[in-house]
């Protein structure tokens, strides 16, 4: 096994998860073996995922249910970076009503927030709303969380990826219900967390620190991989197992540095 010449010259790779080294519940093949390959060549990684479902523990357990070992801090969720920029911003003492999964709601724990429950909305103060995907969405929620917003409450989205990709094909994503919220409210999110923000792209930079330009980004979406990459001043590669088509990045205006197949391809 042998890095193609075009992508030796790479000190740092920062890898999207869903769609690249998974879709779905499934793990796409030969992935662990490019990624094992890279540490033994002593290259710097880091997970970066707009997916906020889990949190930065649960990804670790799930790479190595597929082989590949990754320290919690190799990994980045817009879950994480959500909490640090509002620690950042506002401070611990803040009251969070979240849509989300529980990754979501544990992650904010961890940074000592106070998480207030569909209930309380209607007779507490919010702070901030945050939104994530949700696969147990209801109108409740939605209800929730834009009477919160109404009232005053910042608007904060993990990502805007508009679906997922899974075994059964392209399924809604976290911005299908930030969408919902922006329509219903009128009010705009005051910062989308996930890629192709350039705070969540500086957050994994620093942890690889490796400059950008020695860096590629490897992800299955031009709106956002791609994007972010360009932003940072990194190279990117999109591989075809998830989000997008070979005949959508033939049409698109914004061009990845690479294209493959799979990530499996990145070897010889």
């Known amino acids: 096994m042998k890095l193609k010449e075009e992508f030796q010259k790479f000190k740092g ?16 093949e030969g ?22 479902t889990k949190t930065r523990e649960e990804y670790a357990k799930r790479l190595k249910i597929f082989g590949i070992d990754a320290k919690i801090n190799e990994i980045v969720t817009s879950g994480y970076v959500t909490g640090q920029y509002l620690k950042k911003k506002y401070g611990r003492n803040l009251g969070l009503y979240i849509i989300g999964e529980s990754g979501l709601i544990e ?10 429950s569909e209930k309380d909305v209607w007779h507490r103060k919010v702070n901030v709303v ?79 620190d490796t400059e950008p330009e020695n860096t590629l980004v490897i992800g299955d979406r031009i709106e956002t991989d791609v994007i972010a990459a360009k932003r940072v001043g990194c ?24 294209i493959l197949k799979s990530l499996s391809d990145m070897v010889l």
């Open 107 to 116: 992650e904010m724990k961890n940074f000592g927030f106070t998480i207030l």
């Open 13 to 28: 790779f920062i890898f999207d998860c869903d769609g690249v080294i998974w879709k779905g519940e499934t793990k796409i």
């Open 31 to 52: 992935v662990d073996s490019v990624i094992g390959y890279l540490r033994r060549e002593n290259k710097r990684i880091v997970f970066l995922t707009n997916n906020s």
């Open 235 to 258: 190279k990117s590669l999109i591989v075809l197992t998830g989000a997008t088509t070979l005949e959508e990045v033939r049409k698109s205006k914004v061009k990845p540095d690479f």
């Open 130 to 208: 945050i939104v994530g995907l949700d696969r147990k969405l209801t109108y409740e929620k939605l209800a929730a969380g834009a009477y919160a917003i109404l009232n005053g409450a910042k608007f904060v989205a993990t990502n805007a990826d508009p679906n997922i990709p899974t075994e059964k094909g392209l399924l809604p994503g976290a911005g299908a219900i930030v969408s919902f919220l922006e329509v219903s409210t009128g009010v705009k999110p005051e910062i989308v967390i996930g890629k192709p923000n350039v705070e969540i792209m500086n957050f994994a930079l620093k942890i690889l």
